[in-house]
């Protein structure tokens, strides 16, 4: 059989007007698409052809200037660079258009950004550094130096990570990915001088980078590949290479795990929680507690299972460690 | 069919929390055939935590675990998404990057290892569907569980990043429209359940460090399958499990609203549907009772 060139679909597009709707509402439209047109073509259409009041942002039309990022089926993509035919291929012929975020819909698939633009500003997003104000030559950066920004610069502030983030959704004082990336790509720029200062804004409780869930969301939403979360486990081992981790239970969760695996191999569930939470916050897990142990789900200390071959382990440890808390 | 034989990498928690999860896995593949030989060498994966304080040492951690189902000439299977993912996760950057291969197999050295990149590494679940097959596990079933509506949970760590999931898993699953689970709950005989977060994150990895957050992210899990008619849970996870079976409380409190779902793991559901007794699955180390055996 010939490929397909054309198929139906509907599409079920999100509309909402803040000056003149209470709530927002759908409009239906079947179309025949080709399987050359991205979702910014069937926008364009809809409002060229059926409905001309519906308000969407897009310039560049080639993934480079991000306003265009909207959500299909609750994937956000960028409209210019998402064929139909692949999304139909993962959805369905069924799809839904709707707002990066539709709490923050002012007009259709017009968002007001300004949390994300918010989050930004909180990071320095910029380089910092003395220059002589006549330089004589280039501040040149070599391809290695390059390297290690780990193309967190590819970022184009499409926010379709900032609004996939679900601890950023709950906790509104979340940095969230995109401006943790920004703080990675200026803290690793070897012209920045602003590194450590960026450190202690990120390694701050709630808005740090510790609220994070490790979801993954982020890392699948970016269309430009920038890996957020890659970016965001860096500020935590940059944190501790900077010495600046504090004393508090996100830290001594995530080197808790060092210690338990130097003594047993694997992980004490119960011991990390103690040692994370301290003698005193740990009380508060144990009605939990108990109740697990009723039901065999605490091993006591004198019970704890042991890797074979533990010496391995404890010499590897000891050989391979790079950081000291 | 050739039997099937694996590596297993159990992680901690099916040797500690939860041990219905070892003892289920262990009884499905008895039933099922499949051969696992435990690695009981290998260590904690550091469960995306250790790489946060130090990466080096987490790598070279998981890459002994590995070396170790090398060594059998066998693909490693593991039982935690998070395990799977540490552990994916290490072998895809080894075998992109030669000179940090190189860097870490020189301390493997030190203790006569060698991570070579030979051994692939696949959860359970994946490897039930991708080299048992569901078909056969369909024509096995004595007791179809064709009375309940099961909600299926994920867990993000098998089904993100996709790319590294896709590495292993012969169905290419998107983590927007995951199947995998669903069709193992029809092939049970059960009614699979459709609910937004079935594909969202339980917030485990973040109970202690932000405890609202993920409080609330358990509560409106359960609260979703609750609403879709559910009338239990499944995960391939025993970290979402002990957060779905353990914190229904907090997650009632955060979201205003009292939630609870028996959660059973995917071997728990599979051992039912085969004619495993209740006490072989260990259905009694639940918090949140298993009410309806
Ligand atoms: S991994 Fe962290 S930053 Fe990324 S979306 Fe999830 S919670 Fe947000
Ligand atoms: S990191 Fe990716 S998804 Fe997030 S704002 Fe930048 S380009 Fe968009
Ligand atoms: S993820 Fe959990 S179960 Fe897996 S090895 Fe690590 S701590 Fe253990
Ligand atoms: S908490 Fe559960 S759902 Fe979230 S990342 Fe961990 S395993 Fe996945
Ligand atoms: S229109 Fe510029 S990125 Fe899509």
Redesign the interface.
Same mark, same amino acid.
Request: aromatic share 8%; glycine share 4%.
């Given at each position: 059989m010939d490929a397909l060139t054309s198929q139906k679909v509907t599409f079920k597009v999100f509309r909402f007007n803040e000056e003149t709707d209470y709530l927002p509402y759908y409009n239906t439209y079947t179309l025949d698409v080709t399987h050359e047109e991205v979702v910014l073509d069937i926008l364009n259409r809809i409002k060229w052809d059926h409905d001309g009041s519906l308000s969407y942002r897009r310039s560049c039309r080639h993934g480079i200037c991000g306003v265009c990022s909207i959500k299909v %089926? /609750?994937?956000a993509i960028l409209a210019c660079k998402s064929r139909l035919f692949d999304l139909v291929n993962?959805?369905g012929t069924e799809l839904v258009i709707e707002p990066l975020s539709t709490k923050r819909a002012i007009k259709d698939l017009i968002i007001d950004k300004k949390d994300f633009w918010d989050k930004h500003a909180e990071v320095k997003p910029f380089l910092t550094g003395e220059i002589e104000e006549t330089p004589q030559s280039e501040h040149l950066v070599s391809p290695h130096d390059a390297e290690k920004l780990l193309e967190a610069d590819y970022c184009i502030q499409c926010g379709a990570c900032h609004y996939s983030c +679900?601890?950023l959704a709950?906790?509104e004082q979340?940095i969230g990915p995109a401006a943790f990336a920004a703080a990675y790509r200026f803290s690793a720029d070897v012209r920045d001088e602003s590194a450590l200062e960026r450190l202690h804004i990120v390694n701050e409780?709630?808005s740090g980078v510790?609220? !994070?869930?490790? !979801? *993954?969301?982020c890392?699948?939403a970016c269309p430009k590949d920038v %890996?957020p979360i890659e970016k965001i486990?860096k500020l935590? %081992?940059m944190i501790?290479e900077a010495n600046i981790a504090k004393n508090n239970?996100?830290t001594r969760?995530?080197?808790g795990?060092?210690h &338990?695996?130097a003594k047993h191999?694997?992980?004490d569930?119960g011991e990390l929680?103690r040692y &994370?939470?301290g003698n005193f916050g740990v009380l508060k897990h144990v +009605?939990?507690a108990l109740? *697990?142990f009723t039901? /065999?789900?605490?091993?006591l200390p004198w019970n704890m +299972?042991k890797?074979?071959?533990l010496d391995?382990?404890q010499?590897?440890?000891k050989? &391979?460690?790079?950081?000291k808390? | 069919m050739k039997e099937l034989k694996y590596a297993l990498f159990t992680g901690c928690t099916a040797k500690e929390s939860t041990p219905e999860q070892m003892m289920s896995t262990l009884a499905v593949a008895k039933k099922l055939g499949i051969e696992l030989i435990e690695l009981t060498e290998a260590s904690c994966c550091g469960a995306s935590h250790l790489q946060d304080y130090d990466d080096f040492l987490s790598l070279v951690l998981n890459a002994r675990n590995i070396a170790y189902a090398e060594m059998h000439g066998l693909t490693m299977v593991t039982i935690c998404n998070t395990c799977q993912l540490n552990t994916a996760m290490t072998k895809h950057r080894l075998d992109q990057n030669a000179a940090l291969k190189a860097k870490v197999n020189e301390k493997l050295a030190e203790v006569g290892l060698e991570y070579k990149g030979t051994s692939l590494i696949t959860h359970f679940l994946y490897a039930i569907i991708d080299d048992f097959g569901l078909d056969k596990i369909k024509e096995m079933v004595v007791k179809p569980l064709s009375q309940f509506n099961i909600a299926p949970f994920y867990g993000c760590h098998n089904i993100r990043p996709s790319e590294l999931q896709n590495e292993t898993h012969k169905g290419h699953e998107n983590p927007y429209t995951p199947t995998s689970l669903d069709d193992l709950i029809i092939a049970c005989g059960g009614k699979n359940v459709d609910y937004v977060e079935k594909n969202k994150c339980c917030g485990f990895h973040a109970e202690l460090q932000a405890p609202h957050t993920a409080a609330v992210l358990t509560g409106n899990a359960v609260a979703g399958a609750m609403d879709a008619n559910a009338d239990w849970m499944v995960t391939p996870c025993p970290l979402c499990h002990l957060k779905l079976d353990t914190q229904t409380h907090h997650a009632s409190v955060a979201i205003g609203r009292d939630v609870s779902l028996p959660v059973l793991h995917m071997q728990q559901m599979i051992g039912l549907a085969l004619g495993c007794t209740p006490a072989e699955l260990g259905l009694n180390h639940h918090v949140t009772k298993v009410n309806f055996i």
């Open positions: %089926n /609750g994937k993962v959805f +679900p601890a709950i906790n979340f409780e709630a510790w609220d !994070c869930v490790k !979801c *993954m969301e890392a699948e %890996n486990t935590h %081992n501790f239970v996100a969760h995530a080197v795990f060092a &338990s695996i191999g694997l992980l569930e929680v &994370s939470e +009605p939990v109740k *697990m039901k /065999g789900k605490i091993i +299972p890797s074979d071959k391995e382990i010499k590897l440890i050989s &391979s460690s790079t950081v808390f | -």
